[in-house]
């Protein structure tokens, strides 16, 4: 059994802005369930959703303040949490990283760096506990600081650093590395300064003992100028140290076979349950109920990094080729414009709805026949796993945890039974058009659409998978 302390800035359902928060929930409750001994410490903030008892567990004295230490636990699990509480920091109403106005707090610099300060006394097993991790796993730039203090360390933990996306690396001034207080040794270009600012991510890129990130391919993507932000050359440097787990989904959450959001249950075996789901999705969205037009669906942000260019410039041809098209999303106001006009322009084949809605989500991913995903990148995805558990057939481009969860639909893969959706490599309208076609040719074939269907709602995306990778990890460092 290891002792693991598990350093995040969110978890479901304490407290959500991403997908971090998801990861963060479900992988500490997956590592104890493998009956490791998990806890995971947070900031206290004031917007925390906690539903058990909270005790005080010590005070400590770090950086000249007087900090406590709270104890309770994750709602429905026995993991055990954690919470920094310093009222002048977290005692603050807006999310963890922004106030009310959306503007990032001043002082996001000091507030993490005290964090990771008080993740490192944890670690060392300073906060009276008599308990003390045999490894911490850290999240995202805002825990990167802990790699690099505990490197100063005598006889620390083994450390884990996760990227769960390259494009937020903690970048402050370069003077705020003496407001924090830092040590000297851990202030130079090897160390913790980027370009004479100061990088919280490089804390944990340079002195981890591993980095992962949440997909293989994505793995290998940041070590290449597209993907890596600055830090490829550092990130291909530690390359022997890097690899990618896939993130799991929530099972229970995401399960055709019970979802309390949709029209009809069904399971692999009763497939064609799955056509009322269907009718009701074309009811809900307004659009003429026709069982054997196509219908293609969308959830996502309206940005450029999930190909919804791609989707505009497409759906005009779309259109003439015989089927429906939903999207519930919300993002770059112009991209919501322009959807919302050819919407007004093709009522009977394209319906959207701006903002985000669970039960409408859920019943989108049964309902639709084919799910897009064209993303340029995506460190992981969600919902390409979500479509292949509801039996619907995901389009998407090769690119990070899209390359690795969907299996392209070839003539080798249908024997095999592992075709699982359509994946295709260039980010274009033309390449995104050829796939829907290819997509429309094997929906034409009933025997072969089903079992597509069939192969994908087979396949394994529990968290108890990925937790045994990670513990795995864990029993290697």
Same mark, same amino acid.
């Given at each position: 059994?290891?002792?693991?302390?598990?350093?995040?800035?969110?978890?479901?359902?304490?407290?959500?802005?991403?997908?971090?928060?998801?990861?963060?929930?479900?992988?500490?409750?997956?590592?104890?369930?493998?009956?490791?001994?998990?806890?995971?410490?947070?900031?206290?903030?004031? /917007?925390?959703?906690?539903?058990?008892?909270?005790?005080?567990?010590?005070?400590?004295?770090?950086?000249?303040?007087?900090?406590?230490?709270?104890?309770?636990?994750?709602?429905?699990?026995?993991?055990?949490?954690?919470?920094?509480?310093?009222?002048?920091?977290?005692?603050?109403?807006?999310?963890?990283?922004?106030?009310?106005?959306?503007?990032?707090?001043?002082?996001? /610099?000091?507030?993490?760096?005290?964090?990771?300060?008080?993740?490192?006394? %944890?670690?060392?097993?300073?906060?009276?506990?008599?308990?003390?991790?045999?490894?911490?796993?850290?999240?995202?730039?805002?825990?990167?600081?802990?790699?690099?203090?505990?490197?100063?360390?005598?006889?620390?933990?083994?450390?884990?650093?996760?990227?769960?996306?390259?494009?937020?690396?903690?970048?402050?001034?370069?003077?705020?590395? $003496?407001?924090?207080?830092?040590?000297?040794?851990?202030?130079?270009? /090897?160390?913790?300064?980027?370009?004479?600012?100061?990088?919280?991510?490089?804390?944990?890129?340079?002195?981890?003992?591993?980095?992962?990130?949440?997909?293989?391919?994505?793995?290998?993507?940041?070590?290449?100028?597209?993907?890596?932000?600055?830090?490829?050359?550092?990130?291909?440097?530690?390359?022997?140290?890097?690899?990618?787990?896939?993130?799991?989904?929530?099972?229970?959450?995401?399960?055709?076979?019970?979802?309390?959001?949709?029209?009809?249950?069904?399971?692999?075996?009763?497939?064609?349950?799955?056509?009322?789901?269907?009718?009701?999705?074309?009811?809900?969205?307004?659009?003429?109920?026709?069982?054997?037009?196509?219908?293609?669906?969308?959830?996502?942000?309206?940005?450029?990094?999930?190909?919804?260019?791609?989707?505009?410039?497409?759906?005009?041809?779309?259109?003439?080729?015989?089927?429906?098209?939903?999207?519930?999303?919300?993002?770059?106001?112009?991209?919501?414009?322009?959807?919302?006009?050819?919407?007004?322009?093709?009522?009977?084949?394209?319906?959207?709805?701006?903002?985000?809605?669970?039960?409408?989500?859920?019943?989108?991913? %049964?309902? $639709?026949?084919?799910?897009?995903?064209?993303?340029?990148?995506?460190?992981?995805?969600?919902?390409?796993?979500?479509?292949?558990?509801?039996?619907?057939?995901?389009?998407?481009?090769?690119?990070?945890?899209?390359?690795?969860?969907?299996?392209?639909?070839?003539?080798?893969?249908?024997?095999?039974?592992?075709?699982?959706?359509?994946?295709?490599?260039?980010?274009?309208?033309? /390449?995104?058009?050829?796939?829907?076609?290819?997509?429309?040719?094997?929906?034409?074939?009933?025997?072969?659409?089903?079992?597509?269907?069939?192969?994908?709602?087979?396949?394994?995306?529990?968290?108890?998978?990925?937790?045994?990778?990670?513990?795995?990890?864990?029993?290697?460092?």
């Amino acid at each position: 059994m290891k002792k693991i302390l598990f350093v995040t800035s969110e978890a479901h359902p304490l407290i959500k802005t991403g997908g971090l928060a998801d990861v963060c929930g479900s992988l500490p409750k997956a590592l104890a369930e493998l009956s490791q001994d998990i806890k995971l410490i947070i900031p206290n903030y004031q /917007a925390l959703k906690t539903t058990e008892k909270i005790r005080f567990l010590c005070s400590l004295r770090v950086d000249n303040r007087n900090i406590n230490i709270l104890e309770t636990r994750m709602p429905d699990s026995d993991v055990i949490v954690w919470l920094v509480d310093y009222p002048a920091y977290y005692n603050f109403p807006g999310n963890p990283y922004v106030d009310e106005l959306g503007e990032p707090w001043l002082n996001n /610099a000091e507030r993490f760096a005290l964090f990771c300060r008080i993740a490192v006394e %944890a670690a060392m097993g300073r906060v009276h506990q008599d308990w003390k991790p045999d490894v911490v796993h850290c999240n995202d730039w805002q825990t990167g600081l802990v790699p690099a203090l505990l490197s100063l360390e005598h006889n620390r933990p083994s450390t884990v650093f996760t990227i769960h996306n390259m494009a937020y690396q903690g970048l402050f001034p370069g003077r705020t590395a $003496a407001v924090l207080n830092l040590p000297g040794k851990l202030w130079h270009p /090897a160390g913790l300064e980027f370009h004479e600012m100061l990088s919280f991510i490089k804390g944990g890129l340079i002195y981890a003992d591993y980095i992962t990130t949440v997909s293989p391919t994505y793995a290998l993507e940041i070590q290449t100028p597209e993907f890596g932000y600055g830090l490829e050359g550092l990130l291909e440097h530690r390359k022997e140290s890097l690899g990618g787990i896939i993130n799991g989904i929530d099972l229970e959450q995401w399960n055709p076979e019970d979802d309390r959001y949709i029209a009809q249950n069904y399971t692999a075996a009763t497939i064609h349950k799955k056509r009322i789901n269907k009718a009701e999705l074309q009811k809900r969205f307004g659009l003429p109920i026709i069982d054997d037009t196509p219908l293609f669906g969308l959830i996502g942000r309206l940005v450029e990094q999930k190909g919804i260019d791609l989707i505009l410039e497409s759906l005009p041809e779309m259109v003439t080729m015989g089927l429906q098209f939903v999207l519930l999303g919300s993002g770059d106001k112009d991209f919501e414009k322009q959807l919302q006009k050819l919407a007004d322009l093709y009522p009977d084949k394209i319906a959207i709805t701006i903002g985000y809605d669970e039960s409408l989500a859920h019943l989108i991913e %049964a309902g $639709a026949d084919v799910f897009l995903m064209p993303s340029r990148f995506e460190p992981c995805g969600l919902n390409q796993m979500y479509s292949q558990r509801y039996g619907t057939i995901p389009i998407v481009r090769k690119t990070g945890g899209l390359a690795d969860t969907v299996t392209d639909t070839l003539p080798e893969t249908i024997a095999n039974d592992t075709a699982s959706g359509i994946v295709f490599n260039e980010a274009s309208s033309g /390449a995104l058009l050829e796939s829907i076609k290819r997509a429309l040719i094997l929906y034409s074939s009933a025997g072969t659409w089903k079992k597509i269907q069939t192969n994908a709602m087979k396949k394994d995306f529990s968290w108890q998978h990925s937790a045994e990778l990670y513990l795995a990890l864990y029993k290697n460092l």
